[in-house]
Each structure stands twice: as structure tokens, then as C-alpha cells.
């Protein structure tokens, strides 16, 4: 237990790799990441039929590999193959010594990986919904709106979901208002 305790501690310590290539002052980490897609789990509509502990256990899941083969983008010339095959080895790896709650834990990991379920496809529109909040709230802490287009451009037309569609929404308007207001200043 205690190995597993360090090798998931290492993701507080992480930073997430598409931050870091931008040259993002103090990126967040991993577990940051990971932190705030389950809190927003818990914002699911209850009309729609998805489990909520599922969400939760699986937002909390769904990067864990990468404190094993760490936080691998499109920019550090992996192929997606070989990041899923290396990112399940490193799952198995974490989850052998945990008996059934590793087996939980793995098959959580898989059925996000493959986009086999309403929860896994829900919690993949929660990490591009993370990923937008994240740039806009770097864009407003650096006084640099519009800087991160690049993330917006990648991310927000996949989300799925009409409430979160509606979150996407709310984050360009506000972001629109802020880079029209800096426009204005200048």
C-alpha cells in the first residue's frame, strides 16, 4: 500500500505537460486536474441517467497511469498507440497489488480509455471542460487574453453534452468580454 500511496503522490507534484510547453507560469498539476473533474462530477444533471460515484471514481482514475510514464501530449511525438499500450501497462503495474479494488480501478481506466460508456464519454467531456476553465483562468491570472486560443480551438466544439455545452458557453462569452475589454484598453 505503501508504494502505492508514493506513486499516486507523485501526481500532486506533477505538472501537466501542455502548461508547461507554453511556458505557463506555476502550471497546475496532475492531481489538480484530477481533483477538480471529480468535484464537478457531482454537478451532473440527476434527470440524466448516469452514475455519479462511477463519474467520481473514474474522473479520479482516468489520468493515474501518469505517475508511471508521466503526462504524455500530441506535442511529445508519441503515437496514441503507443501512449495507450504504455499508459495500461502502467495501470496494470499500479493496480497488481490492490486485489479487487485494483481490478475496479483498471477496468474504470479501460472503459474511459475506450469511450465504452455514457460515464466515460460524460467524464471525457469533463477533462476538455477542465482543460478550457484552465486556460481562460491562466489567460485572466497573466493578463494575457487570447494567449491560449490554441487549447479552445482543440477542445471546446468536442464537447458533448448540452450542460456542459452550456459551461463552454459561459467560459468564451466571459472570455470574449475580457478580450474585447483588453482590446479597448490598449
Given at each position: 500500500?505503501?508504494?502505492?500511496?508514493?506513486?499516486?503522490?507523485?501526481?500532486?507534484?506533477?505538472?501537466?505537460?501542455?502548461?508547461?510547453?507554453?511556458?505557463?507560469?506555476?502550471?497546475?498539476?496532475?492531481?489538480?486536474?484530477?481533483?477538480?473533474?471529480?468535484?464537478?462530477?457531482?454537478?451532473?444533471?440527476?434527470?440524466?441517467?448516469?452514475?455519479?460515484?462511477?463519474?467520481?471514481?473514474?474522473?479520479?482514475?482516468?489520468?493515474?497511469?501518469?505517475?508511471?510514464?508521466?503526462?504524455?501530449?500530441?506535442?511529445?511525438?508519441?503515437?496514441?498507440?503507443?501512449?495507450?499500450?504504455?499508459e495500461?501497462?502502467?495501470?496494470?503495474?499500479?493496480?497488481?497489488?490492490?486485489?479487487?479494488?485494483?481490478?475496479?480501478?483498471?477496468q474504470?481506466?479501460?472503459?474511459?480509455?475506450?469511450?465504452?460508456?455514457?460515464?466515460?464519454?460524460?467524464?471525457?467531456?469533463?477533462?476538455?471542460?477542465?482543460?478550457?476553465?484552465?486556460?481562460?483562468?491562466?489567460?485572466?491570472?497573466?493578463?494575457?487574453?487570447?494567449?491560449?486560443?490554441?487549447?479552445?480551438?482543440?477542445?471546446?466544439?468536442?464537447?458533448?453534452?448540452?450542460?456542459?455545452?452550456?459551461?463552454?458557453?459561459?467560459?468564451?462569452?466571459?472570455?470574449?468580454?475580457m478580450?474585447?475589454?483588453?482590446?479597448?484598453?490598449?
Amino acid at each position: 500500500m505503501i508504494d502505492f500511496m508514493e506513486l499516486i503522490g507523485r501526481l500532486k507534484h506533477l505538472k501537466r505537460t501542455g502548461w508547461v510547453i507554453r511556458n505557463v507560469p506555476d502550471p497546475e498539476t496532475i492531481s489538480g486536474h484530477m481533483y477538480r473533474m471529480a468535484i464537478l462530477s457531482f454537478l451532473v444533471d440527476p434527470k440524466v441517467n448516469l452514475d455519479k460515484s462511477k463519474l467520481i471514481e473514474m474522473a479520479l482514475v482516468h489520468d493515474l497511469a501518469e505517475c508511471i510514464v508521466g503526462d504524455i501530449t500530441p506535442h511529445c511525438g508519441v503515437s496514441p498507440e503507443d501512449k495507450h499500450r504504455m499508459e495500461d501497462k502502467a495501470m496494470e503495474e499500479i493496480c497488481k497489488d490492490l486485489g479487487d479494488r485494483g481490478t475496479e480501478m483498471l477496468q474504470l481506466f479501460r472503459e474511459y480509455e475506450k469511450q465504452e460508456s455514457p460515464e466515460a464519454r460524460y467524464v471525457k467531456d469533463l477533462d476538455r471542460i477542465d482543460l478550457l476553465m484552465q486556460a481562460f483562468e491562466y489567460e485572466k491570472r497573466d493578463n494575457s487574453p487570447g494567449n491560449l486560443q490554441e487549447f479552445f480551438n482543440a477542445t471546446q466544439e468536442k464537447i458533448n453534452d448540452p450542460f456542459l455545452g452550456d459551461i463552454v458557453k459561459e467560459i468564451n462569452s466571459q472570455r470574449a468580454a475580457m478580450i474585447k475589454f483588453q482590446k479597448n484598453s490598449n
